[in-house]
């Protein structure tokens, strides 16, 4: 069993940015992949970042690359989603997601912070 807390989300404006986190706590957090993923009002749950292999392997949705990094620190079994130049289309319920296997299954999911942003 995983246990993911979110926090750090809030209201910004457009071009402002924020860092998202989420503390995990249970089953062994450095080997485990992580993920951000988003859902805006009316729309699916989409892929945002991912950390494979800690910080040996990201990926990041098209959408988000070049203005968010995601992170882990293994000692305080956190991960973090730094969003830099936020733009109103990235208004949404932020998820952590932690998961197995290659590739990565995600089992196990936060409740979610809410980003809201602006023009």
């Known amino acids: 069993q995983v246990q993911l807390v979110e926090s750090g989300g809030g209201l910004v404006q457009a071009g402002g940015s924020l860092r998202l986190s989420c503390a995990a706590s249970?089953?062994?957090?450095?080997?485990?992949?992580m993920g951000w993923f988003r859902q805006a009002s009316g729309k699916e749950r989409e892929f945002v970042a991912a950390?494979?292999?800690?910080?040996?392997?990201?990926h990041y949705a098209d959408s988000v690359k070049g203005r968010f990094t995601i992170s882990r620190d293994n000692a305080r079994s956190t991960v973090y989603l730094k969003m830099n130049s936020l733009k109103p289309e990235d208004t949404a319920v932020y998820y952590c997601?932690?998961?197995?296997?290659?590739?990565?299954?995600?089992?196990?999911w936060g409740q979610g912070t809410e980003v809201t942003v602006s023009s």
């Open positions: 950390d494979r292999w800690s910080g040996g392997l990201t």
């Open positions: 249970g089953r062994t957090f450095s080997t485990s992949a």
């Open positions: 997601a932690a998961g197995f296997g290659s590739p990565p299954v995600y089992q196990y």
